[in-house]
């Protein structure tokens, strides 16, 4: 059963030009969406299926910057400032709280990755300290009178709605004078002389000479009809929700769950680091770059094959811009929840917390988590066709980076000054020889 999303009109008429097109409106392409548009330039936004309908509503909704790759923390400073800015500049509350972060644990190699964190930490003046023994237990309250070893507090981290934030930040967007257009998949691209002159949608074509494709899991498959390559692979991830519950904080990560705490009371509950990779044409064709992830991960990741092998973002196949695509016959990626893994969460809640889970379980659903071969996200420009940007490949971290990742975006398609070093994020690491290292999860 899909998460529940704040729904918002599409405006009717399409464009037949604009400055700049944006693929995609998952966090990532609205907020870059909206700093092009607040910046006077004229936007139109595409989208599939409608706003925030995949893994923007479907992740846990931390805005964290505790235990992030250090290329990363720039990105991850910048959105916890927009995160506050966007609320007061839209009107609207996107669900956005500094709550803190509490992590708890019993392994002792965990709890020294955790210190020896702290030196990236103070780099980048994130505020966060280790807990000891007592303070961890008092912090997370498990049933059975359960002691944890030690913990982390990040202070300032916070968390936002999934369901909320996207739609909004659109709304936002349009406020400044883009237009949002709903069930309007972009089919490819027009190219004159190597350079991008417009975008094929199945409701026409918009004339114009800046993309950015924002298409979460589509987005190697949208660019690689151009001959781009965007390394990518899309994990397979199980989250539930409860009914309203008794707090016990707002956001919490333990080796057996991880728990966050909506504005209605309610929780979205998932495990960390679980998850599945299934097997596609795409994953075959990236499997060397990957190779490293997954001898890091291979006891976090299992390997299966199901129906992402034969449709969805991951299949073989090209299509014609004049007839019905992937994009359109499949208007929201839905995959169903592991059954197995919805089981480990809800036998591991009762055990942990009785009183959330005693609160009954609303809905479960399952997403498709977006990989680069170094977990760490794509904002560049393409190279081969002027114009064209992506900023996809966000391994887990999109949501709540999205503003960061959407502000920088916005920097570069429209030529400005880089608000963080694009560097680490360029897409030509993959084959420049550059190393690739595998960030945090």
């Not at 920097?411 to 084959?431: E, K, M, Y």
Request: aromatic share 8%; with cysteine.
């Amino acid at each position: 059963m899909s998460p529940i999303v704040h729904h918002i009109c599409s405006d009717e008429t399409l464009p037949k030009s604009a400055d700049i097109v944006v693929i995609g409106g998952g966090i990532v392409g609205v907020s870059a969406a909206y700093f092009l548009a607040r910046r006077g330039l004229s936007v139109a936004l595409t989208e599939k299926g409608y706003v925030g309908c995949e893994q923007s509503s479907r992740n846990w909704g931390w805005c964290r910057r505790q235990n992030r790759d250090a290329r990363e923390l720039p990105l991850a400073n910048l959105a916890l400032r927009l995160w506050e800015e966007l609320t007061r500049e839209i009107g609207h509350d996107l669900g956005f709280r500094r709550c803190g972060l509490i992590y708890a644990s019993n392994d002792p190699k965990q709890l020294a990755e955790w210190d020896r964190w702290r030196k990236i930490a103070r780099r980048f003046d994130v505020n966060t300290r280790m807990l000891t023994a007592d303070e961890a237990t008092a912090a997370v309250p498990a049933a059975g009178g359960r002691k944890w070893l030690g913990g982390v507090h990040a202070a300032e981290d916070g968390k936002a709605e999934p369901w909320l934030a996207a739609p909004r930040i659109a709304e936002g967007a349009r406020k400044h004078g883009a237009t949002i257009h709903q069930n309007c998949a972009a089919r490819g691209l027009d190219i004159t002389n190597g350079q991008v002159s417009g975008v094929v949608t199945e409701k026409g074509l918009i004339r114009t000479s800046g993309v950015l494709c924002a298409a979460g899991a589509w987005a190697s498959s949208f660019l690689r009809m151009h001959a781009v390559s965007l390394p990518q692979a899309s994990v397979r991830q199980t989250a539930l929700r409860t009914r309203p519950a008794p707090d016990i904080g707002g956001a919490i990560y333990t080796s057996d769950c991880a728990l966050t705490r909506r504005i209605d009371g309610s929780y979205t509950i998932a495990v960390s680091g679980r998850a599945t990779l299934e097997l596609t044409p795409q994953s075959i064709r990236y499997a060397r770059p990957f190779l490293p992830m997954f001898i890091k991960r291979r006891k976090a990741v299992e390997i299966g094959i199901g129906r992402s092998f034969f449709q969805g973002p991951e299949t073989l196949g090209r299509w014609h811009l004049n007839r019905p695509t992937p994009f359109e016959r499949i208007r929201v990626l839905d995959p169903a929840p592991d059954m197995r893994m919805l089981a480990t969460i809800t036998t591991r809640i009762k055990a942990l917390f009785p009183a959330i889970a005693d609160a009954g379980i609303v809905s479960s659903w399952g997403g498709y988590v977006d990989s680069t071969p170094d977990a760490i996200p794509v904002i560049s420009p393409v190279g081969s066709i002027g114009g064209v940007f992506v900023a996809a490949g966000c391994s887990g971290h999109g949501f709540g980076a999205g503003p960061g990742i959407g502000h920088l975006a916005a920097d570069l398609v429209a030529g400005d000054a880089a608000s963080v070093d694009p560097t680490p994020f360029r897409l030509s690491r993959f084959t420049d020889r550059s190393k690739i290292e595998v960030g945090a999860i």
